[in-house]
């Protein structure tokens, strides 16, 4: 069966492929939005939780930063470079899966207190929890995509070279 390469990097160097690039984000930003829940529902917006889910956005946002910066240059541009593409079914997975970069940075950065100065703790929790679903959704569209077998969209009109 051909993969994606999403699939591929996850397959590759069994288990720790899986970890590195989605165990671990993904419990960061799962952790996040469970935490988060707790703490607009009970309106808790000081204390140890939310000490804890700043430290996991941070940790997130920084270490979700370092796949991107190490895929990007790596699979991405070399992929894109060398038509290496496994149909465009490759391109989404691997494409949303990068754009994570995109809600996790500034949630990290939000914490750091490095945006969002001049908001209010309300307002700034509700970026919170949307950058944070943001990345749940991308995250999740490339699992999905990421498992599709491009074989089977290989042969759709318009594919050809890719």
């Not at 930003?29 to 996991?56: D, M, P, Q, S």
């Not at 500034?106 to 207190?113: I, K, N, S, V």
């Not at 999905?144 to 969209?153: D, K, T």
Request: neutral net charge; glycine residues 10%.
């Amino acid at each position: 069966m051909n993969m994606t390469h999403y699939m591929s990097l996850l397959a590759d160097n069994q288990p720790w492929n899986l970890i590195l690039f989605m165990a671990i984000p993904v419990i960061f930003a799962e952790t996040i939005t469970v935490t988060e829940f707790v703490i607009l529902f009970g309106k808790h917006l000081h204390g140890r939780l939310r000490a804890f889910n700043r430290v996991c956005s941070i940790l997130a946002g920084l270490y979700f930063t370092g796949i991107f910066l190490y895929l990007f240059p790596t699979a991405f541009v070399p992929l894109t470079m060398n038509g290496e593409w496994h149909t465009w079914v490759d391109v989404v997975a691997v494409g949303f899966y990068l754009s994570g970069v995109v809600f996790l940075l500034p949630l990290a950065l939000l914490d750091l207190g490095l945006i969002g100065r001049k908001r209010s703790e309300e307002s700034r929790m509700k970026l919170h929890f949307t950058l944070v679903s943001g990345f749940l959704v991308v995250a999740h569209i490339a699992m999905i995509f990421g498992m599709v077998n491009p074989e089977i969209v290989g042969g759709m009109p318009g594919m050809h070279g890719m």
